[in-house]
């Protein structure tokens, strides 16, 4: 499989900070190569979790090895979002203390989003601050969360609350790596994916419609140009606006009604990342219609592509305690003087930041929602 290209650029004078996002097959294999090349001969801690590490991290080392880094013993966290807290942080930050990391140490975060925002957070405050490289081995990291330097963990209080915006200094996105994704991960990840088409990429989004069910099935060429697509429209936003002070918060489309869910669902797998972003995006663009700026007809188009791929569009049964989920809400990072702030959409490709949004109608709105989902 031919080997795509791209680079995220970020406008900061005094230095390049922008990297290159490989995407392809047999990248795993070329790591220590490519990363060699990039950013010379380094001590190397590897950080994945236990899912990724049986078939991936022994070609990995010996890639990095055979490129001349030296690999420093390895950090294998729990798999799961249940990872992505204070302790486990804390356990992963001694244990890389322990490895006697200097300021060359490179971290290489082997895994999904979780691996690769902790890893990615642990780079950012190590020592104040290593380098780190991204190679994500789901679709959902491929296409969103290893490219554009947010890291972090979560909270009682909700997701991503605690973190650091550290860019990477290469991103490689190996398709082969997704041969071994459970099929319903594969699929949480597409939420991503059709997300840069509701944003504002409608012909992206008929790709989505046209291919999604095929794509989910795991096809490799239709996977590939996904991971392409989706990557140069994040690294387009990103060099625009890499600290979310404008446009970037559309990245975020469906998120805080997603979040919301995510957090009431525990972080334990009853809810993927990519499913509340599914669900949240459909919310979004409902609660647009509901609202008058958006075709309902286009909240429909959303909804029959989301079913046609498996993807879940409506909360959980279990979601219905309002209170909690409007508390969620209220923590939300975009959110301004008090009030919560939603990205909507006046349609299919027509995404935009809606700031002061009146609590007392989005509580109506999860009554309904939620209301139709416990009755059915
Ligand atoms: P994940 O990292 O939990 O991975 C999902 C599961 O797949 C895990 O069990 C993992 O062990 C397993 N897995 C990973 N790669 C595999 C492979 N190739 N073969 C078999 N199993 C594999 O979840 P995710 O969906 O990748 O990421 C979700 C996280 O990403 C959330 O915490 C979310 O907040 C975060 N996120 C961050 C950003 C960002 O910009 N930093 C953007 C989007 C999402
Ligand atoms: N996933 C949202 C962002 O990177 O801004």
Redo the contacts with the bound molecule.
């Keep these: 499989m031919t080997i795509t290209a791209l680079r995220v650029a970020l406008p900061v004078a005094a230095e390049d900070r922008g990297y290159d996002i490989l995407i392809g097959g047999g990248l795993l294999a070329r790591a220590g190569a490519e990363i060699e090349t990039r950013l010379g001969a380094r001590p190397c801690l590897v950080i994945t979790?236990?899912?990724?590490a049986g078939?991936?991290i022994a070609p990995l080392e010996e890639s990095l090895r055979a490129a001349g880094h030296r690999c420093l013993p390895s950090i294998i966290i729990p798999?799961?979002?249940e990872s992505?807290n204070f302790s486990e942080f804390a356990a992963m930050a001694e244990e890389a203390l322990a490895r006697k990391p200097d300021r060359k140490t490179l971290i290489v975060a082997l895994?999904?989003?979780?691996?690769?925002?902790l890893a990615?957070f642990l780079a950012a405050v190590l020592l104040r601050g290593v380098d780190f490289v991204q190679i994500?081995?789901?679709l959902?990291?491929q296409v969103?969360?290893a490219?554009?330097g947010?890291?972090?963990i979560?909270s009682a209080h909700g997701?991503?609350l605690i973190g650091a915006f550290h860019q990477p200094r290469l991103v490689l996105a190996d398709i082969d790596?997704?041969?071994?994704?459970?099929p319903r991960?594969l699929r949480?990840?597409f939420a991503?994916v059709v997300k840069y088409g509701v944003i504002d990429r409608p012909d992206f989004f008929s790709w989505c419609g046209e291919y999604g069910p095929r794509l989910v099935e795991g096809d490799a060429a239709l996977l590939q140009a996904a991971v392409m697509e989706s990557c140069a429209a994040k690294a387009e936003i990103v060099a625009a606006d890499e600290r979310e002070s404008g446009r970037r918060a559309l990245l975020n489309l469906g998120h805080t009604f997603g979040h919301a869910l995510e957090a009431l669902a525990g972080f334990g797998g009853r809810l993927?990342?990519?499913e509340a972003v599914a669900t949240g995006v459909a919310l979004a663009l409902r609660f647009s219609a509901e609202e008058g700026l958006c075709p309902p007809e286009d909240a429909a188009r959303y909804e029959a592509l989301c079913e046609n791929c498996g993807l879940p569009t409506k909360p959980l049964a279990s979601q219905g305690d309002i209170p909690a989920l409007m508390d969620f809400m209220m923590g939300d990072k975009k959110n301004q003087d008090g009030a919560i702030t939603l990205v909507l959409a006046r349609g299919i490709g027509k995404a935009f930041v809606a700031p002061g949004i009146e609590t007392a109608k989005i509580e109506a709105f999860w009554r309904k929602v939620t209301k139709e989902k416990l009755a059915s």
């Design positions: 979790d236990n899912n990724v078939p991936y798999a799961g979002e992505k895994g999904g989003g979780v691996v690769g925002d990615g994500p081995t789901t959902l990291a969103d969360s490219v554009g947010k890291t972090g979560d997701k991503n790596t997704l041969k071994t994704l459970p991960q949480a990840g991503e993927y990342h990519g």
